[in-house]
């Protein structure tokens, strides 16, 4: 029992969770979205993936709390208590939900991995959309020691951001 | 305890920009704000709550706003939604 409790308060006493790359792609700072709501941080702080597949997973285990009409984000709360909020594109709530697909309901539970949404890249590009993808921890504040791992290639479930849970 | 009834005026309902406006002016005042539609309320200190809502054109949400600064959130929140 010892060693599971070890693993799990490693550096600084918190319990540190990974929050996992929902899409493949190239991940990158904040700073580069072409948006003030994400590159000021304003709605959290996170990373942006510029996807190279148009596929969005869960990123953790939780309950898919936000599943917008028009497909183009999603949040998800982590079991851990963390809202994870991914909006796929910029601007992208004015397409109507026109190349993309869900594949789960809001208020649905959903495990690391699940498909959660297709678009497709090119046609939703070729519309003049730019398709950087941001993965916001909405309660931010709730985190202060928050990691993110940006400047690499991700595959899905990579992890991307790690938190310390202090509960 | 100060009401404002607000008719969705955004014909993509209340998506991420519109309620993280919200969101950030709730957080600048200690009273409570409360977004209620239909039977769910939402707590808009919390972006997800106010995007959960699922509110779309048309429908009219009550935002109640009970504390010390009542007032000042009231009309804060007000100009933000009266904006667009």
């Known amino acids: 029992m010892f060693e599971t409790w070890k693993k799990h308060f490693k550096r600084g006493g918190g319990k540190r969770e990974e929050i996992l790359a929902p899409v493949e792609g190239m991940a990158v700072s904040l700073n580069e979205v072409n948006d003030p709501a994400f590159n000021q941080e304003l709605l959290g702080k996170g ?4 996807p190279s597949k148009g596929r969005i997973v869960a990123p953790v285990d939780g309950v898919l709390t936000v599943m917008f009409e028009t497909k183009h984000a999603v949040s998800i709360t982590a079991d851990n208590g963390a809202e994870v909020m991914i909006h796929v594109g910029l601007d992208t709530v004015k397409l109507k939900g026109e190349g993309y697909r869900s594949f ?3 208020g649905e539970a959903v495990r690391a991995g699940e498909l959660l949404l297709e678009f497709d890249l090119d046609e939703i590009r070729q519309k003049g959309y730019d398709l950087i993808t941001p993965v916001i921890i909405l309660n931010t504040a709730e985190y202060p020691n928050m990691e993110c791992h940006v400047g690499k290639k991700v595959k899905e479930l990579e992890p991307i951001i790690e938190l310390q849970v202090n509960k | ?15 991420a920009r519109p309620a993280s406006m919200i969101f950030m002016e709730a957080g600048k005042y200690s009273c409570s704000i409360e977004a209620c539609w239909e039977l769910q309320k939402a707590d808009c200190k919390s972006l997800l ?3 959960g809502l699922g509110a779309r054109k048309g429908d009219v949400i009550v935002f109640r706003f009970e504390g010390e600064d009542e007032e000042a959130a009231y009309y804060a929140i007000r100009s933000v939604l009266d904006k667009k």
């Open chain 1, 47 to 50: 990373i942006a993936v510029i």
């Open chain 1, 104 to 106: 789960k309901k809001q």
């Open chain 2, 1 to 15: 305890m100060k009401e404002y009834r607000y008719e969705i005026e955004d014909p993509m309902g209340l998506h």
């Open chain 2, 49 to 51: 709550a106010i995007m």
